[in-house]
């Protein structure tokens, strides 16, 4: 895509005023609703990082669906480390919630005993 090509840092001020211009011109009554929709379209793609909404997918290599599937694998893997890893960490810190703190004795006024030995 051409977009892609032009999109670049360097040219990223006058890329904003084209699409500022865009974005204006797709509102404007003066305008055919053919154009409206076809700058509205460029203004997509260009949010969406020039990756069309209706690529087509063309067939893979096997090495490249094995590939694929490594790296799929590996950030399951590295997500149910964090999991693992935050839950740890959670209960470290004292995760349980108000009322689950089940060994400590009550006196009976209904106050958490610090020390496990109940007042009088």
């Known amino acids: 895509m051409v977009g892609q090509l ?3 840092p360097k040219a ?3 890329i904003d005023v084209y699409f500022m211009r865009m974005k204006e ?3 404007s009554l003066n305008v055919s609703s053919h154009m409206q929709f076809m700058l509205q379209d460029v203004i997509v793609l260009c949010d969406r990082k020039w990756v069309s909404r209706n690529t087509v997918a063309v067939p893979m ?3 490249a669906v094995h590939e694929l599937l490594m ?3 590996t950030k399951e893997k590295a997500a149910a480390e964090k999991e693992s890893f935050n839950h ?6 004292g995760g349980f919630r108000r009322g689950d703190n089940w060994n400590q004795e009550h006196s009976p006024d209904g106050w958490a005993v610090a020390g496990g030995s109940s007042v009088p």
Do not use: E
């Not at 740890?88 to 810190?93: E, K, T, V």
């Open 71 to 73: 790296l799929q694998a």
């Open 12 to 14: 990223r001020t006058h």
């Open 25 to 27: 011109l797709g509102k």
């Open 88 to 93: 740890q960490i959670s209960m470290s810190c």
């Open 6 to 8: 032009l999109d670049t």
């Open 61 to 63: 290599m096997i090495a």
